[in-house]
């Protein structure tokens, strides 16, 4: 009985052994084949927080070393790439700029882009103040205020910014390929660009008078025409009501059945020296 158990044994043996065996062969096999792995790779990373629209410099980055299968495929690897171009949106510190995160400045509409010491306004606009429509981004224009009638003035227009660029119509900040049609319009606010003195005008003027924009032409001086001071319009005070008129002094009652008293008689003149007098409609007098 022993005997017949032992092939059986050997056979068993024989493929546990062939199993290993094959175990280690695809182990080996397949450590030869892998591809060795891929170098860190050197990238650009903000050194602080980078504000959206802002231009990016030298002082704002550094050079950091990352796994090169950590890295995405459009990152920047010197600041020679970058500098200069403009952040489409925030970028925290430490994150890698890349092509999806920073732009060139002349790929944004150009008038998006603002300068040290300019500001962007909004006014609201209707009809007649976005020109039927014809105001665009990237459109110059002048802003007119114009102050109400009072009492003692008449309106008055103040020509308050002159060659201001339009940033954007409503939430539009490049033109349109054609001027939209009277249906197409919606009136929201056009933003202007200026600067931070001329934020305060617009911002007084547009509380205390009308504003107006006039679209003029891109080519004109500034200078052409002046600019006028705007100054805010008095508003004369109400006048206050004055003391009542002191009551006429009481008069003496009439007695009842006492009527007007009839005017006075003409004086009889007695003629005594021959003369005629005339009273009303009588002679009298005369010679003697």
Do not use: C
């Not at 931070?196 to 001086?221: C, F, H, M, W, Y």
Request: charged share 15%; proline share 10%; net charge neutral.
């Amino acid at each position: 009985m022993t005997r017949n158990k032992r092939p059986m044994l050997i056979i068993i043996a024989a493929i546990l052994a062939g199993g290993a065996a094959l175990t280690a062969f695809d182990y080996v096999t397949s450590n030869n084949h892998r591809a060795p792995a891929a170098p860190p790779r050197t990238v650009i990373v903000a050194s602080r927080a980078i504000n959206a629209r802002e231009t990016i410099t030298g002082s704002m980055v550094q050079a950091a070393v990352r796994p090169a299968d950590a890295v995405d495929p459009g990152a920047y690897s010197s600041v020679g790439e970058i500098e200069g171009d403009v952040a489409l949106g925030d970028i925290p510190a430490g994150a890698a700029l890349t092509s999806s995160n920073v732009t060139r400045a002349a790929n944004l509409p150009s008038p998006v882009h603002l300068t040290d010491g300019m500001r962007a306004m909004s006014i609201a606009v209707d009809e007649v103040k976005d020109v039927s429509g014809l105001i665009q981004p990237g459109d110059h224009v002048d802003v007119y205020a114009i102050t109400a009638r009072s009492a003692s003035d008449a309106p008055r227009a103040y020509a308050i910014l002159r060659n201001i660029i339009v940033l954007g119509v409503g939430g539009q900040v490049a033109a349109a390929g054609a001027t939209p049609g009277p249906g197409s319009i919606s009136w929201r606010s056009v933003t202007l660009r200026v600067s931070a003195d001329q934020a305060k005008t617009l911002a007084v003027a547009d509380l205390n008078s009308t504003i107006r924009l006039a679209l003029r032409p891109p080519g004109e001086s500034t200078r052409s025409e002046p600019v006028d001071k705007f100054s805010v319009p008095l508003q004369s005070a109400p006048s206050l009501p004055g003391p009542p008129a002191p009551m006429p002094a009481s008069m003496p009652a009439i007695p009842p059945g006492t009527g007007a008293s009839a005017p006075a008689a003409p004086r009889r003149v007695p003629a005594t020296d021959g003369v005629q007098y005339i009273l009303g409609d009588r002679v009298e007098g005369g010679a003697q």
